[in-house]
């Protein structure tokens, strides 16, 4: 059954079980382009009434709004993606995301939203690395005959208004000895990705893999596991850290994946994901998450990873 969400004044759907490999993404127009966002990180979509400019501030920070109680930061999407072309100027017909990270809520200017749509990640697809390009763009995605791009909403908003700054500037992770242990990650973001790596050799972890999406991972894991069992597959990858929404394969099904494999099923899990909620910490659970770690607290996802390794005992000593 259908039920319909009184914030975004749009059907969303039934609650999609964890492991499905499906989304829900919520299609928008930027300057006559297509783009979209996972429905789970959009609190509102509004109105836009009056915004207070603020001075010497990011060219693309429009100014503040006031929602309720709050005074969020408008980013003029636009702006950012196109920069002052006569295009994306502000129409009277635009709207507003209220999207939030890490329990900091921002907003951004777009031109028109659409409808939501329910997808597999199978049909998205990576965007095509491309020296330098440094879109924020994480998936394409064809919807209804149109290209659609997934936006790197957690990039941008690093980019422009510091989200991810707070949580590593103030990481303070001692650095120990990890002798050798191997990491897999699977993250499309590539911001989010850089960031990882450097906070894991940060805290002493040496030996890690990247990539960009949970299909990659997943092919990676499953030819290690070929010619190792239960006790040796450690010496091959100790931990995983997975997002949630990437291409192909999102996090949930990855982690369904690894769970029913006879070698790895007792790898430990953790999921990195701004997605994480309560709705979400019982889908982890459902699929045999052993932790979910908000982002960007990169200090907490070093201590969890460490503790499933078995190193906090030599951060308690």
């Known amino acids: 059954m259908n039920a319909q969400n009184p914030k975004l ?22 300057g006559g382009q297509t783009f979209g966002v996972n429905v789970a990180k959009v609190k509102e979509v509004l109105g836009i009434t009056k915004v207070t400019a603020l001075p010497q501030g990011h060219p693309s920070i429009e100014g503040v709004v006031r ?64 020296p330098g390009m440094a879109a924020p763009i994480t998936s394409v995605v064809l919807i209804d005959g149109k290209l659609v791009q997934i936006l790197d ?21 001692s650095r120990i000895d990890a002798p050798n242990i191997p990491i897999v990650f699977a993250e499309d973001s590539r911001m989010i990705s850089e960031m990882i790596s450097d906070h894991l050799q940060e805290a002493g972890f040496t030996n890690f893999h990247g990539f960009v999406d949970g299909q990659a991972a997943w092919e990676y894991l ?22 949630i929404e990437m291409p192909r394969m999102d996090g949930f099904s990855l982690a369904k994946h690894v769970r029913m494999h006879p070698v790895l099923g007792t790898l430990p899990i953790v999921i990195f994901s701004s997605l994480v909620s309560r ?30 390794v078995g190193l906090s005992e030599l951060v308690e000593a």
Request: hydrophobic share 40%.
């Open 9 to 30: 004044g749009i059907n969303t759907g039934i609650l999609l079980e964890a492991g499905t490999n499906e989304a829900e993404i919520l299609v928008f127009e930027v």
């Open 67 to 130: 929602i309720r109680q709050e005074v969020v930061t408008l980013i003029h999407l636009g702006r950012f993606l196109y920069g002052d072309a006569e295009e994306v100027a502000s129409q009277d017909s635009d709207c507003l995301l209220l999207l939030e990270f890490n329990q900091r809520p921002l907003a951004f200017r777009v031109n028109r939203v659409h409808r939501i749509y329910r997808v597999s990640w199978k049909a998205t697809r990576p965007l095509p690395i491309t």
């Open 153 to 173: 909403f957690e990039s941008i908003g690093a980019d422009v208004a510091g989200i991810s700054e707070e949580a590593s500037n103030s990481s303070g992770v």
């Open 222 to 243: 499953e030819a290690l596991a070929e010619d190792e069992t239960v006790e040796t597959i450690r010496e091959k990858v100790g931990i995983l850290i997975t997002d």
């Open 279 to 308: 709705d979400n910490e019982k889908k982890g659970a459902q699929v045999g998450v052993d932790t979910q770690v908000p982002k960007p607290r990169y200090a907490e996802l070093v201590e969890k990873t460490r503790q499933l």
